[in-house]
């Protein structure tokens, strides 16, 4: 039996895929899946009836069949018999994986690693749009690789790039981060968020590229995921990320077993160095501590010469407390 001798439900198949669209006119519209561009304002357009697609701007084109092997990076074959049989099966399991594997944890059991879902495409190089993206974040082919990032076309992660948190060795979940503007991400409204973690993953329990931390030597703390790929590609490669500034008690733990901090804090609104501040307030009686000031507005995923800020690093050195001896406080009492 063939596809088209088998009545497809175009806009089911939509919806399970999770793929946001409008209805226009005989078409339902959509963001190009090709992978070739960015498609900010949709213009894919797929035929209501029989599932025929077309983007005029890259000129990817084809069946149902193809869209669907394309979205989901599986062969026209099985999409072909996923379609014949009404199951797609594609939609994002595993924010249910990891709200389940939660719910052992918050009752004493150990973590479980977490295995990325298919739909999670390996970037090829005809995903020019996220490569360009990436590019722009200074995140090198290479270290595509060696972080294992990918893209996604379906569900709540669609038009995201997807980087693999590991921690002991293991994947424990993922950051998903936002190709798009916020101006042109109308499908999520007022939710918009430009990062995504899966629910149920607490992202406080890690700390981003730790298993590959020299512990004996300068470790280079940062905020942010792509603040981490920017400065070990300039050489510095003894560098964790934090997720941010709210260092919770489990993070705080990981960094005590480091002898010596290099804190370089985000300087973008208004340059408050928020990262040094926590650090410095937790971490103080632990470990040597030093901060690196940036330019106003630059954070260290943008800039080009980490080096050179580095060398200027400034020590942390406490304010020894006072303690008050017999003649302190006699002279007190007069």
């Known amino acids: 039996m063939f596809l088209s001798e088998v009545r497809i439900d175009v806009e089911k198949t939509l919806t399970v895929l999770q793929i946001p669209y409008k209805h226009v006119g005989s078409n339902f519209v959509v963001r190009c899946i090709s992978g070739s561009h960015v498609d900010n304002n949709p213009s894919l357009q797929i035929d209501v009836m029989t599932g025929v697609f077309n983007c005029p701007v890259c000129h990817f084109k084809g069946n149902l069949s193809k869209f ?102 293991k994947c424990r979940g993922f950051i998903a981060r936002d190709i798009l503007k916020k101006v042109d991400r109308y499908e999520r409204g007022d939710d918009y968020r430009k990062y995504l973690y899966p629910s149920g993953m607490y992202v406080g329990n890690y ?20 603040d981490v790929i920017n400065v070990v590609r300039q050489g510095f490669i003894n560098c964790c990320g934090m997720f941010g500034t709210a260092i919770t008690d489990r993070q705080t733990d990981l960094l005590k077993s480091l002898s010596s901090l290099v804190v370089i804090s985000d300087q973008d609104d208004g340059g408050s160095g928020m990262l040094a501040k926590k650090v410095i307030d937790r971490l103080q009686n632990n470990c040597k501590i030093s901060y690196v000031t940036l330019p106003i507005g630059m954070d260290p995923g943008s800039c080009d010469d980490i080096g050179t800020y580095i060398r200027g690093k400034v020590e942390y050195k406490p304010i020894p407390k006072y303690t008050l001896n017999d003649t302190d406080i006699g002279i007190i009492k007069k």
């Open 207 to 226: 700390i981003f590229n730790y298993d590959n931390l020299d512990k004996t030597k300068d470790v280079y703390v940062v905020e942010g995921v792509f």
């Open 68 to 169: 669907v092997a394309t979205s989901l990076d599986i062969s026209t074959v099985e999409a072909a018999d996923r379609l014949k049989t009404q199951k797609v099966d594609v939609v994002d399991l595993c924010d249910a994986i990891l709200r389940a594997k939660q719910a052992i944890r918050d009752v004493g059991a150990s973590d479980e690693p977490f295995k990325l879902p298919s739909h999670f495409q390996k970037i090829k190089p005809h995903h020019k749009s996220f490569i360009d993206y990436l590019q722009e974040r200074k995140v090198s082919w290479q270290m595509i690789l060696d972080y294992d990032i990918r893209c996604c076309f379906v569900g709540r992660y669609n038009y995201r790039v997807v980087i693999p948190i590991i921690f002991g060795r």
